[in-house]
């Protein structure tokens, strides 16, 4: 065969799910249409969850040297313009204050890592560019996926190259990253559900270099504006670069907008303008046979809480250690299937998160009134009616901590099954928790380090509070699959106690499969981890 995994689609996800490979020693081949990155915005957060993972691929410091700069906050401001006394300022911390505050925490509440902003512009290149170092990794830009055809051993996909010439390359999987209109899930006739096409708007880009220095209301990175056109503005990583989105009839409309959101006289050009659809959509399935499905070529949300490409990247890493692990010989049959049943319900939350959060959106923009900029009492009455209102609901675009790191995969097939319900499942709030299915919560070791760095690449079984309870057994089981198996050994005693038990067994992704304080049979346990 040609490769091992043939990946459609050189977006965040393919890139992230190619690097996550090859790190893992599998080789792939990544076909991408376009023939290099191009330079057009779209998501411009990675949230805390995303950077933890990035953290684990040895790229987060990369990525936040390319972005926003660390001592810049984060803060959302709405507007009428960016001259007039904001409606409502929502403070939210930089990346430096994050950091610090992660620093000084030990309670589980927190990430790892805080969120990062940094263009998609910027980040496809710094992930290509990763990903091409791997030399398990085949990286082909100018490279057209066509179509498949797949049996019991393999899929064969036809690539149309630059020069026009189509070969066909063969591989035991295929990933379609293929992004909101993939081909491949076409090709496998699975249908997108939800609501399409609530709105369009459009968005230019700006180049406009003293902008940003000059905002004279303070320094955030969403300025939305209070009119009724769904008006906003938003600071891309350079601060010299801006996107501005509004529901206007043309493209030229676009350069008046932008001149009276900013209502001063700058200089700048408009690099770019294209108009996009608001849609909330999740794929009835996630694959079918030897073709998975990864990131929007799976879910479309309503970028609102930016759970767009970060739900793509949480796609990428549940199923590279599940095909690595298949195509090692150690993972069992309900591996791969797993992915499915693990990663279809995030996504069906992630658009219910994100239908929440716009409409929390829409909710503050009813309280528009055309006298809203007025410099009378009832102009100032619109003002404070909507700032009210916008208090409670812009929180949820902005706030949705749970939604990052509270995702957890109960009923998976490869999940210890616990008896009861396990925790609320809280979109707002993330409260930390060991429930088979979870994240491992970050928690700080006695000697400083963190505990997600201290994880290994294939299971762990931690045992926390100085237990003594025998691995021998779960190590001979998992090596009887030829898994990969550690046993991490720390005594300190806040982990045992933000963790809530002794003994925990861990996946390759930092989820937790099993948790006790004394091991159940090592032979069934290693046996429903690995999914035979
Ligand atoms: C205005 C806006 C703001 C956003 N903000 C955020 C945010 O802050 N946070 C967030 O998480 N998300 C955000 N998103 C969503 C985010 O941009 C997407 O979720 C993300 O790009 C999805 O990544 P992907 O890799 O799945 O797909 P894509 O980025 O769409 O990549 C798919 C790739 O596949 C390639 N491809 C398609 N067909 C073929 C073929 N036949 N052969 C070869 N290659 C092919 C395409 O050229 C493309 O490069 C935003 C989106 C928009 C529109």
């Not at 691929?57 to 972005?67: P, V």
């Not at 990286?139 to 010439?165: H, M, P, S, T």
């Not at 239908?355 to 102009?379: K, L, Y």
Request: glycine share 10%.
């Amino acid at each position: 065969m040609d490769t091992q995994v043939l990946i459609v689609g050189a977006g965040p996800v393919g890139l992230t799910l190619a690097i996550d490979l090859g790190k893992r020693g599998i080789r792939c081949i990544l076909l991408e249409q376009k023939e290099a990155p191009q330079f057009l915005p779209k998501m411009e957060r990675c949230n805390a969850r995303t950077m933890e993972i990035y953290r684990r691929l040895g790229i987060a410091q990369k990525i936040r040297d390319a972005g926003f700069p660390r001592d810049v906050p984060m803060d959302v401001f709405i507007v009428t313009s960016l001259v007039e006394p904001p409606l409502l300022h929502l403070p939210y911390p930089s990346v430096a204050q994050a950091q610090a505050e992660i620093a000084s925490h030990n309670d589980g509440t927190l990430p790892l890592e805080p969120y990062q902003l940094i263009s998609q512009y910027t980040l496809e290149p710094l992930l290509k560019s990763v990903a091409e170092s791997l030399p398990a990794v085949d990286v082909r830009y100018g490279c057209e996926f066509l179509d498949f055809a797949q049996d019991e051993i393999c899929v064969r996909a036809r690539v149309r190259a630059k020069d026009g010439a189509v070969t066909e390359l063969t591989a035991p999987y295929l990933v379609g990253c293929d992004g909101g209109s993939s081909g491949v899930r076409r090709q496998l006739g699975i249908k997108l559900n939800g609501e399409a096409n609530l709105l369009q708007l459009r968005q230019a880009l700006y180049r406009c270099d003293d902008l940003f220095e000059r905002i004279p209301i303070g320094k955030g990175r969403h300025y939305h504006v209070a009119d009724d056109r769904a008006t906003f503005l938003i600071v891309q990583d350079s601060t010299k670069h801006f996107t501005l989105h509004s529901v206007v009839d043309s493209d030229e409309d676009m350069k008046t907008m932008f001149e009276k959101t900013v209502a001063m006289p700058v200089q700048y050009e408009m690099l770019s303008c294209a108009p996009w659809r608001q849609n909330l959509l999740v794929a009835d399935n996630y694959g079918q046979g030897r073709v998975f499905l990864a990131g929007d070529a799976v879910h479309l949300v309503i970028p609102t809480g930016g759970l767009g490409m970060n739900s793509g990247v949480g796609d990428a890493i549940d199923l590279s250690w599940k095909l690595a692990a298949t195509l090692k010989g150690w993972g069992g049959p309900k591996l791969l299937a797993s992915y499915e049943a693990e990663r279809r319900p995030i996504g069906v939350r992630n658009v219910e998160a994100s239908r929440q959060a716009s409409r929390g959106r829409r909710a503050w923009r009813s309280m528009w009134r055309p006298e809203i900029r007025d410099h009378t009492p009832a102009g100032a009455e619109a003002r404070a009616n909507l700032a009210r209102v916008a208090d409670v609901e812009q929180r949820k675009s902005n706030e949705m901590i749970g939604a990052e790191l509270g995702y957890c995969y109960r009923g998976s097939p490869i999940v210890w099954p616990e008896p009861g319900e396990g925790p609320e499942d809280n979109l707002m709030k993330y409260v930390p928790s060991t429930w088979p299915g979870a994240r491992l919560p970050h928690a700080w070791c006695d000697d400083g380090s963190a505990m997600q760095d201290r994880i290994g690449d294939g299971y762990t079984l931690l045992r926390l509070g100085r237990s003594q309870a025998d691995a021998g057994p779960l190590a001979q089981a998992f090596a009887a699959y030829g898994a990969p198996f550690g046993v991490l050994d720390v005594p300190d005693e806040r982990p045992r106690e933000i963790y809530g038990c002794d003994l925990l067994l861990l996946r390759p992704d930092l989820h937790v499969v099993w948790r006790g304080n004394s091991l159940p049979d090592a032979v069934t346990l290693a046996a429903l981890a690995t999914g035979h």
